[in-house]
């Protein structure tokens, strides 16, 4: 297996790439598109996930959700008390929050309920728990908005507080008390805090109830042990982990990127097509020079070789070229519209930047999935081509 | 059914391998019946044309192959996220009951394509290329093993079910277990130390002997031997674990990617070591392929020894 690399025919090869300088542009820009446009969705969904599961590793580590007649249920304050006493938890609280349908633009808010002297589950709530104010004084209310929920109030003229619609038709005003920062944008944007009492008014939910139960355990190993414990108490809750959340992430985006590859398939299908079309269709002059370089000497293998550096060279160049400008595409300009496939739209779309990931796997990923497909397409093209008959294309 | 973009992307590749090793094995069948070098019909000048493009193509495949099936190994481990109780790609080869035959069927291929290419090489250097006939033989019976690998590989990504729970690198490598594998615990650590290094010092022995066939022999005795002690031995010094043994988890960043190492100097050595016995090669050639696989077996021996040693120099205990 001793393949010795010849740099005069790798010389050869670049020069024959130069002195085909339209066809050479052409393959360079569409594969270079092809690379751009793949490397950028798998750099783009590794960012989002890599957000993601920095945020479930700010949420809690086990949810308790009430589950009746297969939907999600409030859930008895009093198994709080129940589930500290298993050994291992550390602190459990009730939650309680609710998607508010604001309809006037079109949007859900998050409404969060705090409680001022409570064990915050999340380390943004310190801060405002520490910062604000919100419990009844003087039957006026307040809460604190994150920066998409202050600016769509804003659009619809909410200035100092805002309406809240409650079930049985009646308002209740609330003020906003100020805009809170989270240590991302992905949790912040959409969310509103105000205390648990206000909550239960607007929501018309019941002293003893609350939406969930949050559960802290000292020791990571355990929370398996801890879930199958609360199941058994309560066998009629769903328990999620934080775990689960992230597998589920993965999965998802697993899916997204999938799906975009399998209608990208067709795309390299395409290419391959066109590619096999263009190193087909010899020119007289591109005989000739096979013709000649024959009749000089050069052996088939020597021919096969050259082509193969000739499709080697030109696709790992758009192959890095494309990389590059996914990276450039990406991070520094946050991917512009590709943003929008795996963000979703919606009004209060968090808008946040995608940080920097160096994956060496989407690397190779991209890689495999056009060098060597650039490489197949030429095969048989250049085997014709090195197999001409040196008198017959010189006559 | 798992589809992420690396298994899509194995997947793919696997087809166009199909395709072209489809025109390869129709080319390999012409030539293996109807190559008669002393003809000077159409017929046989059409051949010698062809061969050439199924050696490149075989080529192709090889060449491809070989980091295919690295980033095979990558993908099974990044799938073992997935998948609730693997942490490695152990367990997703023991997720369906294809994985382990897969794998051996990998690396049974990868050994016979290298193979092909020497002898293709040793092939085309003759002006009357005296192996022709044969090397076209040996794609055909390589050609269905291939085959079957990538219909394998097609299945075994199809059955992997994601709720399903598999078992642990910890549990499937352990005494404790009731597979196959297990079975190797039974053996004596000592007994099988000086069965690898009795094993290494013949390889030597032979290497200075020059006697081709044992040399040969020894190395593949030394794929197994080597394998067998590394998973009940060597592996925990490398994860510094008495109980941990799988042959997996050291592919990973935990342990600076040391697997890709061990795996690849392993390969090489006895590729070359058996390369010696199998192909008939100008003298000049086998010396080299000779020093070729003891150098690399060598460093084999001396990566793996340095761990243990480290580590009791390090502790002051053997594990």
Redo the contacts between chains.
């Keep these: 297996m001793k393949n010795k690399i010849n740099v005069y025919l790798i010389e050869y090869a670049i020069n024959a790439i130069l002195r085909q300088k339209s066809k050479s542009f052409f393959i360079v820009f569409v594969f270079t598109l092809l690379t751009f446009l793949l490397t950028s969705v798998f750099f783009i969904t590794n960012s989002i996930r890599y957000e993601l599961d920095s945020t479930v590793d700010t949420l809690p580590q086990i949810i308790v959700q009430k589950i009746k007649a297969g939907r999600h249920y409030d859930i008895d304050v009093d198994a709080v008390d129940n589930i500290l006493e298993i050994a291992g938890v550390s602190d459990a609280v009730a939650r309680v929050w609710g998607y508010y349908y604001f309809a006037n633009a079109g949007v859900n808010f998050s409404v969060v309920g705090i409680e001022q002297y409570e064990n915050q589950y999340k380390n943004s709530f310190d801060k405002i728990a520490s910062k604000f104010d919100l419990s009844e004084i003087d039957s006026k209310v307040s809460m604190v908005v994150g920066h998409g929920v202050k600016e769509t109030m804003h659009d619809s003229y909410y200035k100092e507080y805002f309406n809240f619609i409650k079930p049985d038709g009646t308002l209740k005003r609330v003020n906003i008390a100020g805009v809170f920062e989270a240590d991302t944008q992905l949790e912040s944007n959409d969310v509103i805090v105000m205390s648990k009492d206000t909550i239960r008014e607007i929501f018309d939910i019941d002293e003893s109830k609350a939406t969930d139960i949050v559960v802290k355990v000292a020791n990571p190993e355990e929370i398996p042990m801890v879930v199958s414990k609360i199941k058994l108490i309560y066998p009629d809750t769903r328990i999620i982990s934080s775990e689960d959340l992230k597998v589920s992430y993965q999965n998802i985006f697993d899916y997204k990127s999938g799906i975009f590859l399998a209608l990208f398939i067709i795309s390299l299908f395409t290419f391959f097509i066109i590619i096999y079309d263009k190193s087909s269709g010899l020119s007289s002059e591109e005989k000739r020079e096979i013709g000649i370089l024959k009749a000089i000497g050069w052996r088939v293998d020597d021919v096969l070789k050259e082509k193969f550096y000739e499709s080697f060279i030109i696709s790992f160049f758009a192959y890095t070229l494309g990389v590059g400008f996914s990276f450039a595409y990406v991070y520094i300009f946050q991917a512009p519209i590709l943003q929008n496939i795996f963000v979703g739209y919606s009004q209060l779309k968090t808008s946040f930047e995608l940080p920097f990931i160096f994956d060496l796997q989407t690397l190779f990923l991209v890689f495999f999935l056009s060098v060597p497909i650039y490489i197949a397409a030429t095969i048989i093209p250049s085997w014709k081509v090195a197999t001409l008959e040196a008198d017959e294309v010189i006559r | 059914m798992i589809?992420?973009?690396?298994v899509?992307?194995?997947l793919?590749?696997n087809a166009?391998f199909a395709f072209?090793g489809i025109i390869a094995f129709v080319l390999s069948v012409r030539i293996f019946l109807a190559w008669d070098l002393n003809s000077v019909s159409q017929s046989q000048y059409i051949l010698e044309?062809q061969s050439?493009?199924t050696a490149?193509?075989i080529k192709?495949i090889f060449v491809?192959k070989v980091?295919?099936f690295l980033?095979f190994i990558?993908t099974l481990d990044?799938i073992s996220?997935?998948l609730?109780g693997a942490m490695c790609a152990a367990g997703v080869v023991d997720a369906t009951v294809y994985g382990t035959y897969l794998f051996m069927l990998k690396i049974l291929n990868i050994y016979i394509f290298?193979y092909w290419?020497?002898l293709h090489?040793e092939d085309?250097k003759h002006e009357n290329q005296p192996y022709t006939k044969i090397k076209f033989g040996i794609f055909i019976v390589a050609f269905f093993l291939f085959i079957s690998e990538l219909i394998l590989e097609g299945i075994m990504f199809s059955s992997i079910d994601?709720d399903k729970m598999v078992s642990c690198c910890g549990t499937l490598y352990s005494s404790s277990a009731t597979s196959a594998i297990s079975s190797i615990f039974a053996i004596d650590t000592d007994v099988l130390l000086y069965v690898f290094y009795g094993n290494f010092a013949f390889i030597i022995l032979f290497y200075f002997l020059k006697q081709k066939y044992l040399f040969a022999i020894s190395n593949l005795v030394f794929i197994i031997s080597s394998i067998v002690s590394l998973i009940v031995f060597f592996g925990t010094y490398i994860y510094e674990l008495p109980t941990h043994h799988c042959p997996f988890c050291f592919l990973q960043s935990d342990y600076y990617y040391v697997g890709y190492l061990i795996y690849a100097l392993l390969f090489i050595g006895t590729f070359y070591g058996l390369v010696t016995g199998f192909v008939k090669n100008s003298k000049e050639n086998i010396i080299k392929n000779y020093k070729i696989s003891m150098l690399f077996n060598f460093l084999y021996v001396i990566l793996l020894s340095l761990y243990p040693i480290v580590f009791y120099i390090k502790n002051g205990v053997w594990l």
């Design positions: 589809l992420t973009p690396e899509l992307a194995i793919i590749l166009i072209f044309k050439f493009l490149t193509i192709y491809i980091p295919l980033f990558f990044k996220n997935v609730t290298a290419l020497v090489n085309i994601i």
